[in-house]
Every structure is written in structure tokens, then in C-alpha cells.
């Protein structure tokens, strides 16, 4: 089955060599995408030189813009499985097995990994902490799932969850509406425990002192998207 890793990038020229290593090693079997959102820095020529594709958007789109342009490569160049896997160097590519087993044996759309349900690693900091539960408890009366990480930028989804991504997906901080609205749609997620690094160059789009803006502005966004009429199952 052809699975496409997809690693969002915006000027992470110091840290996408050692993603790249980190994949090639414990994932050699999967085709590597650098979606390349406008970097300023050397990022492009550094994936180049890795000999990695690299999909460079001519405009910056954020995040959201950024994996939803890979989806779509994804969809056109029809992957079966997409994961997502950030370019700053937090996930560890020992996982990509795990977050797949589920979608490869038909038990689930999407793997979410979970930082909160592995012993060990980074967990991220006591504020944002206690802004991911706010927002795992206000999906989880939204829909009825439960997810854990709702921020977790590690996933792995199938065919029907790359068709609806690249049509549907979140431009600003996309994950927890993502989540919502493929639970709204009648997605099967489960969550996988992983271990995160620490971000070790550059700095990230949430900055210190803004997670409560964050916060805010996601709790809005999944208000309005869950008022939405429903488009039908996935």
C-alpha cells in the first residue's frame, strides 16, 4: 500500500535534515513530501540536496493551507494512507507503524498519536497542557468522541480521510477542528501512545504568552463549525 508522509515546513532549514534521517530510518518504505509554506531560510535547498520532493507554495498558507496542499497531492497521486509528520523535529518516526496498524487492519480512519498516553518525552508545557484538555472535554461534549491530544500534529489516515482532507480541512489551527469534523462525518479515530522531543531550533507558531488566545479562538472555531449542517458520512 503507497503511503505518503507529509511534513509541513516553514523554515525549518536546521531541523528537517535530522526528520529526514529520522524517517529514512525507521520508515524507508514511504514516499517523503516537504510542503515547503514560504520558508525564508534555506529549507527548500536543504530538501533538495536531501533529494526529498519538495512542494514549494507560492504564498504562505499557514499550517491549515499547508497539509491540506499535501492532501491533495496525496489524493492525486492516489495514496492509500497519508501521514502527517511536522518538520520541526518533535515527532519520532518510530511510531509511523504503530499509528498505521489500525487503518491497514480496517479498525479505524484515523490514528491520532497521543503524547498523554506514553510514560516519558516531552509533554509540552502546564498552560498549553491545560488548554489541550479544555479542548479534548469540549469535542468530547461536541461529538462524543474522546481524544486526548486534540493538538497532536502526528496522524495517520486512510483513503477516505485523505479525499475529505484535501477538500476540507482547517486553515488557522486546523487539528481540533479537523478532528471534530471528521468525528461529525462518521470517522473511526483511535489514539496511539508516542513520545515527542522538544522543538530544539526555531520557534513555534503558538508563541509563549499567546495560549490563551489560542484557546479562545479555537473554542470559537469549533463552536461555529459544529453549527454547521452536516455534509454526510466520510
Do not use: W
Not at 44 to 69: D, E, F, H, W, Y
Not at 101 to 117: C, I, K, N, Q
Not at 153 to 161: D, E, F, Y
Amino acid at each position: 500500500m503507497k503511503t505518503l508522509i507529509i511534513i509541513p515546513a516553514c523554515n525549518e532549514a536546521k531541523n528537517i535534515a535530522g526528520v529526514i534521517a529520522d524517517l529514512r530510518r525507521f520508515y524507508p518504505e514511504g514516499d517523503y513530501l516537504v510542503v515547503n509554506d514560504c520558508s525564508t531560510d534555506e529549507t527548500a535547498a536543504t530538501v533538495r540536496q536531501l533529494g526529498v520532493k519538495c512542494l514549494s507554495l507560492p504564498v504562505n498558507l499557514g499550517i491549515g493551507g499547508c497539509v491540506q496542499a499535501g492532501y491533495r497531492y496525496a489524493q492525486e497521486q492516489h495514496y492509500e494512507y497519508a501521514v502527517q509528520f511536522d518538520g520541526d523535529g518533535q515527532h519520532k518516526a518510530q511510531y509511523i507503524r504503530d499509528l498505521l496498524r489500525p487503518l491497514e487492519d480496517g479498525e479505524a480512519d484515523m490514528a491520532v498519536g497521543s503524547r498523554f498516553l506514553a510514560d516519558g518525552g516531552f509533554q509540552s508545557t502546564a498552560m498549553r497542557r491545560l488548554g489541550i484538555k479544555f479542548l479534548s472535554r469540549l469535542i468530547h461534549v461536541l461529538c462524543g468522541i474522546r481524544v486526548s491530544d486534540v493538538t497532536s500534529g502526528m496522524r495517520a489516515v486512510n483513503r477516505k480521510m485523505i479525499q475529505f482532507f484535501s477538500a476540507h480541512y482547517a486553515q488557522d489551527y486546523p487539528e481540533p477542528e479537523s478532528t471534530l469534523a471528521a468525528a461529525r462525518r462518521g470517522a473511526r479515530i483511535v489514539e496511539i501512545p508516542v513520545q515527542m522531543r522538544e522543538r530544539q531550533y526555531g520557534e513555534s507558531s503558538i508563541k509563549p504568552g499567546h495560549a490563551a488566545y489560542y484557546i479562545a479562538k479555537v473554542t470559537l472555531a469549533l463552536l461555529m463549525s459544529n453549527a454547521e449542517k452536516e455534509e454526510g458520512e466520510i
